[in-house]
């Protein structure tokens, strides 16, 4: 038997033997073939928790205290403990709620992020800690602390942007609306977008996830006349921003690089001014006008 040649490919330069009809290392044609373009590459993305997850506690410690404080508030009004609601919209307001009114947001833009880590009772804050959890530790080994921090904060107040923008548009009567899940669905969308930056076919049931959760059983809850209200919108533009930032996210940063002290010096950033956007909340001078 002749012995076979080898030849080498003229993509990535890998040896094979002359009679294979593609590259053994790339998939490129060989001989007839070396027209034929290697199929796409599928990266595969570790949907893991990560290692280190200090900016999921921060922001979920964050909301917390937020709540509790709420909690608190109620029971001083004596309204006891707030399952729906605290049953005073001065309380949400307090602590950094959101009139989806544009002359009030222009006038208080940071309710924008403050809205984020308030919740209308027990029922709203545990569903959102739920899927808080559930998708924030892989987002943050998506992303790494800071770029986690920025995309939250991002994310969570383009919803409620996206909110004032549909009242605009539709000219529906101003309402309150606060809550994480704009933020929430910034992490879904991370996760998504990632996915499909990489082409791992993961992403087709993980959008069919996000479009149930944002689409079909928000306005079903809407549509079902029981008095809760889904801000779909808050949903939306929060989803499309956190897809944007995973489209990005299709290499971590080294640990060591000078991208990540700087994301983490503006995840820092993105923190402080939720803090600062809830002492100013506490400070508007809002809750008693409305009052009034």
Known sequence: ?????????????????????????????????????APPRVVKVQLAPAPSTLATKAFGALTALVFAAQVGLSFAGGHG?????????RIELRLGAM????????????????????HFGVLH??????????????AEGLLGRGRFAVTYVLAG??????????????????????????????LMGVILGSLAARRDPRWKSFAM???????????AVNASGTGILVNNSAHLGGLAAGVVAGLFAKRPFSP??????????????????????IAL????????????
């Open 209 to 219: 996830r996000a479009v149930f959760y944002s689409v079909l059983f928000g306005f």
């Open 157 to 186: 107040s383009a919803g409620f942007l996206a909110t004032v923008l549909t009242s605009m548009v539709t000219g529906d009567q101003p309402s309150l609306t606060a809550g994480a899940s704009g933020a929430i669905f910034g």
């Open 1 to 37: 038997m002749a012995p076979s040649s080898v030849a080498p490919c003229p993509s990535c330069g890998a040896l094979n033997d002359e009679a294979f009809g593609r590259c053994v290392r790339c998939g490129a044609g060989l001989g007839p073939e070396a027209g034929v373009q």
């Open 256 to 277: 060591v690089s000078a991208a990540t002290r700087a994301a983490n010096i503006a995840g820092g950033v993105a923190f402080a001014a939720s803090v600062a956007a």
């Open 125 to 138: 804050f545990a569903m959102n800690a739920y899927a808080y959890v559930d998708l924030a530790r892989v």
């Open 81 to 89: 403990l707030p399952l729906m609601s605290t049953k005073d919209p």
């Open 281 to 292: 909340a506490w400070r508007s001078p809002l809750p008693q006008l409305i009052a009034r």
């Open 99 to 118: 009139l989806a009114d544009p002359s009030l947001v222009l006038s208080e833009p940071f309710r924008l992020l403050s809205a984020v880590f308030v």
